[in-house]
């Protein structure tokens, strides 16, 4: 849970995936978090994964910038 408190902190810049147009993603410590875009409001507007670690999120935080969003 400590972790997530962190990403929620700090000022991130999430690129966009090369691949997939649903999913952003950062590198932190040698590892990659992505940030998926939801059916909303079907769904939850993101998820953040963070290796087998998922939550759902419904406001992104304000330090949180989404490439070409």
């Known amino acids: ?3 997530k408190i ?3 902190k ?5 690129k966009k995936h090369p691949l ?3 999913y952003f993603y950062f590198e932190d410590d040698k ?3 992505l940030l998926r875009i939801n059916d ?7 998820t953040l994964i963070d290796g087998l670690d998922i939550s759902d999120i419904e406001d992104k935080p304000d330090g949180w910038v989404l ?3």
């Open 40 to 46: 909303f409001p079907d769904e939850p507007l993101y």
């Open 67 to 69: 490439e070409g969003i």
């Open 1 to 3: 849970m400590e972790g």
């Open 20 to 22: 997939n147009s649903r």
């Open 6 to 8: 962190i990403l929620w």
């Open 10 to 14: 700090e000022k991130i810049f999430w």
């Open 31 to 33: 590892k990659i978090i």
